[in-house]
């Protein structure tokens, strides 16, 4: 007999829009396997308030608490792919926001640690990886900009709000061939992804095109 509950219904659908996204990816360039792999197994629809999941698959940002927001998948897929990320690798992230790129982070990584100034965010996003049997990811509240020295060095450092300028401190934190991506400029101009990659002294970069992200805010949040 065909099972018809709801929730197999919802799954599939799920499934099939999932699996446009990967094709539209795809169509945008993006051939890294274990990235598209790691996009088609983690269900955005978790990660974005109720109301909006019916456009989880769509490539768009959407609105998450606190005022912050979820990045477009193709931003997520474009910041991965570039970051390069191994599977012995320790990645720090800043700006968990919604967790949901810190999960696909923690698909291809050893470890994952990440922050944000929202207490209530980082709460959120650790509900959702434990429901995904996530167990690879510290998360912490706090203010990204000092990064995590404890932790250092990190392979890889992913921030996920804009900068107004290099972040020389978090350049530090990681280790020698260590690559750490950054959207770099004004909260509401024109913003550019920009690598570093850390080569004994020298540190290299390169520009990845126009985004938009919300700005790095120093300090921790007061309230939430
Ligand atoms: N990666 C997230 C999107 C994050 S939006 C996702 O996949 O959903 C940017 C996040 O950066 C917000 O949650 C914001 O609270 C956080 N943020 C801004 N300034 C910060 C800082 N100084 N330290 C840590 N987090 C910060």
């Known amino acids: 007999m065909t099972d018809t509950s ?4 919802a799954g599939s659908d799920h499934r099939i ?3 446009s996204l990967i094709l ?7 051939s890294d396997r274990r990235v598209l792999n790691a996009m088609e197994t983690v269900p955005r629809e978790k990660f974005v308030p109720p109301e909006f999941a019916d456009h989880a698959y769509d490539d768009r940002a959407l609105p998450i608490s606190c005022g912050q927001t ?4 193709s931003v997520v897929a474009l910041m991965t792919a570039q970051l390069d990320v191994r599977d012995r690798h320790k990645v720090l992230e800043i700006g968990t926001g919604s967790g949901y790129q810190t999960a696909i982070l923690a698909k291809l990584a050893r470890r994952v640690t990440t922050i944000d100034r929202y207490q209530s965010l980082v709460k959120e996003a650790e509900a959702r990886w434990t429901v995904l049997g996530l167990r690879n990811i510290s998360a912490m509240a706090g203010d990204g900009t000092a990064g995590w020295s404890r932790q250092a060095p ?16 978090l350049v530090a934190q990681l280790v020698d061939g260590g690559i750490l991506i ?4 004004p909260a509401d101009g024109v913003q550019r992804l920009t690598l570093f990659e850390k080569d004994g002294e020298q540190v290299e970069t390169r520009d990845l ?8 805010v120093a300090g921790v949040a007061q309230n939430l």
Request: net charge positive; charged share 20%; proline share 9%.
């Open 6 to 9: 709801g929730t197999d219904e």
């Open 17 to 19: 829009k999932a699996a």
């Open 24 to 30: 539209r990816l795809r169509a945008l360039g993006v």
């Open 70 to 73: 979820i990045s477009a998948p």
């Open 154 to 169: 990190f392979d890889r450092i992913l921030v996920t709000a804009a900068a107004k300028q290099a972040p020389a401190n």
């Open 182 to 185: 950054t959207p770099l400029g």
């Open 209 to 216: 095109g126009a985004v938009r992200f919300v700005p790095l």
